[in-house]
């Protein structure tokens, strides 16, 4: 009988770990309050992401939310004039429902702007011509799903458009093999309607970067060796960019099976 106790004794901490263990990695519903730090009044339409599990949610008009989420998972709030911040999930907000995360306001400097006029003289067909024009072209290729643009029009930019299409090992082998895990979260990214409206509105690509976890010149360079252009790449809004970068890695890994 004291032999039994002993092997109890032995193999009990290591039944606690097994427990605890996987307790941490359940994944369950957090409900919280996301609040204005300055002055304590919840916040609606604050958008929240499980970076580790790619959902989406946003508060709503008591600023109150729910996600789910395992401990150690990753939530980033956006909302537009406050602060973006990231929390990290414990057990604690599990156990207590009245979790509350303040957003701070940011504070934006105004700088003078001077406004140039385009010197419009009402005629349409004159004031059309005055106004600026984009001149990156975007080239269809027969047999591919998608176009490339190439920047300026020029014989160069044809070349330019179908080395990058038939050498896929060049940059982008790099920066695709770099954060493989993370690329897989492109589809995942993409089915999620509240990351989709979020990252709509965004044009910093800080979304991007915490959702794929790379950094902003990572996302140019993949851009550029697809062949978009500069003006696209620093005009487009997230979803774009996000929509931009997931063409250009599924012809990647078509174009690296075939190889």
Same mark, same amino acid.
């Given at each position: 009988?004291?032999?039994?106790?002993?092997?109890?004794?032995?193999?009990?901490?290591?039944?606690?770990?097994?427990?605890?263990?996987?307790?941490?990695?359940?994944?369950?519903?957090?409900?919280?309050?996301?609040?204005?730090?300055?002055?304590?009044?919840?916040?609606?339409?604050?958008?929240?992401?499980?970076?580790?599990?790619?959902?989406?949610?946003?508060?709503?008009?008591?600023?109150?939310?729910?996600?789910?989420?395992?401990?150690?998972?990753?939530?980033?709030?956006?909302?537009?004039?406050?602060?973006?911040?990231?929390?990290?999930?414990?057990?604690?907000?599990?156990?207590?429902?009245?979790?509350?995360?303040?957003?701070?306001?940011?504070?934006?400097?105004?700088?003078?702007?001077?406004?140039?006029?385009? @010197?419009?003289?009402?005629?349409?067909?004159?004031?059309?011509?005055?106004?600026?024009?984009?001149?990156?072209?975007?080239?269809?290729?027969?047999?591919?799903?998608?176009?490339?643009?190439?920047?300026?029009?020029?014989?160069?930019?044809?070349?330019?458009?179908?080395?990058?299409?038939?050498?896929?090992?060049?940059?982008?082998?790099?920066?695709?093999?770099?954060?493989?895990? @993370?690329?897989?979260?492109?589809?995942?990214?993409?089915?999620?309607?509240?990351?989709?409206?979020?990252?709509?509105?965004?044009?910093?690509?800080?979304?991007?970067?915490?959702?794929?976890?790379?950094?902003?010149?990572?996302? @140019?360079?993949?851009?550029?060796?697809?062949?978009?252009?500069?003006?696209?790449?620093?005009?487009?809004?997230?979803? @774009?960019?996000?929509?931009?970068?997931?063409?250009?890695?599924?012809?990647?890994?078509?174009?690296?099976?075939?190889?």
């Amino acid at each position: 009988m004291v032999k039994r106790i002993k092997w109890f004794l032995l193999f009990l901490p290591f039944a606690v770990y097994c427990q605890e263990s996987q307790e941490t990695t359940e994944v369950k519903e957090i409900k919280a309050l996301v609040i204005n730090a300055q002055t304590d009044e919840p916040l609606e339409s604050v958008h929240v992401i499980n970076l580790n599990e790619v959902v989406g949610t946003i508060t709503n008009e008591e600023g109150e939310f729910t996600i789910s989420a395992a401990v150690n998972d990753t939530l980033y709030f956006s909302y537009l004039g406050f602060k973006s911040q990231k929390i990290r999930v414990t057990n604690d907000m599990f156990k207590f429902k009245d979790t509350k995360i303040s957003l701070t306001e940011l504070a934006y400097a105004l700088e003078e702007v001077i406004v140039t006029p385009y @010197q419009l003289t009402g005629y349409l067909e004159i004031d059309v011509k005055n106004l600026p024009l984009n001149d990156s072209y975007q080239y269809s290729i027969s047999g591919l799903s998608v176009g490339y643009e190439a920047g300026s029009k020029s014989p160069s930019a044809v070349t330019k458009v179908l080395g990058a299409i038939l050498n896929p090992a060049d940059l982008l082998r790099n920066l695709f093999g770099k954060q493989p895990n @993370q690329m897989r979260k492109l589809r995942k990214i993409k089915e999620e309607d509240e990351i989709r409206d979020l990252l709509a509105t965004k044009f910093d690509r800080e979304v991007l970067m915490e959702l794929l976890q790379i950094e902003k010149i990572d996302i @140019q360079d993949i851009l550029t060796n697809c062949n978009y252009s500069k003006s696209f790449i620093t005009t487009a809004n997230d979803l @774009q960019i996000l929509d931009a970068i997931s063409s250009c890695y599924e012809e990647f890994k078509v174009l690296n099976r075939k190889k």
